[in-house]
């Protein structure tokens, strides 16, 4: 299977080597998971982009194109430097062979040095779906018979960020300087946030409710707030900065 060179959408920025890529199923989970750290990366110049695996076309709340314009918005207040859509169906992202091979030459094309996808530890099917798709790409993407096209790509580390359920974290990110922006570039979503309860993310306590998680992480680390990931290889640590 043959695919295009450029099987995604582009909806802000430009196409372009990043520093770090965040891959969310849906729009919004990038800033709800990782926000804070993109954020902060965003500021130290670095360049960072989320790709959007779905364009949220099922949510309950919300069509696509209202909800494309809601990432533009979010991605000016974040300060990314490119924002991203596959197109994959929304409640159906899996590890299918045409879905990575999609997502592979993504990578292919703006190159990430860290991806960052959410855990596999989650009720929402969407979600651990997109990390067994992510581990998939991300092989194919570094292999250079691949049937993708693009320059093969090997992404040096792969972060995983927590969505609705605990994690066993081991990297902490302190975020508390970066609050006000996390903040903004979430309710940037207004239709998934200014509207009725729908579930414990889609609702308009999210800001409350997600405060009081990163506050539980900051405690751990004697900071005030603080975003969780967790890296499936070790990670290697210079002793003379402990």
């Known amino acids: ?11 802000y920025g430009a196409v372009q080597p990043l520093d770090w890529l965040c891959l969310a199923p849906h ?4 800033e709800i998971g990782a926000g804070g750290t993109l954020i902060r990366l965003a500021r130290a110049g670095r ?3 989320v790709l959007e695996l779905s ?10 194109l209202e909800r494309a314009a809601e990432c533009v918005a979010a ?27 999609a997502l592979a030459a993504t990578l292919r094309a703006v190159r990430p040095r860290v ?11 969407d979600h651990f779906g997109t990390y067994s798709l992510a581990k998939r790409a991300v092989h194919l993407a570094a292999l250079k018979k691949a049937d993708v096209p693009g320059e093969p790509h090997r992404v040096s580390r792969v972060l995983l960020y927590q969505g609705n359920a605990d994690i066993r974290a081991n990297l902490l990110v302190d975020v508390g300087a970066v609050m006000a922006d996390w903040e903004a570039a979430i309710r940037a979503h207004t239709s998934q946030f200014s509207g009725a309860y729908i579930s414990e993310t889609v609702t308009p306590e999210i ?9 539980y992480w900051g405690t751990l680390l004697r900071v005030r707030y603080a975003e969780a990931f967790e890296t499936e290889e070790p ?3 210079d002793p003379e900065r402990l």
């Open 207 to 215: 800001i409350e409710r997600r405060k009081g998680r990163l506050t």
């Open 235 to 237: 990670l290697l640590v």
């Open 115 to 125: 991806l960052v996808v959410p855990h596999h530890a989650d009720r929402h099917p």
């Open 75 to 101: 991605a000016e207040i974040m300060g990314l430097a490119w924002r991203g859509q596959l197109g994959l169906p929304d409640g159906g992202l899996a590890d299918t062979p045409a879905g990575a091979q």
């Open 27 to 30: 729009p919004d989970d990038a």
């Open 1 to 11: 299977m043959t695919l295009p060179s450029s099987p995604f959408e582009t909806v």
């Open 47 to 49: 360049a960072v982009g």
């Open 55 to 64: 364009r949220g076309e099922s949510g309950t709340q919300g069509t696509p």
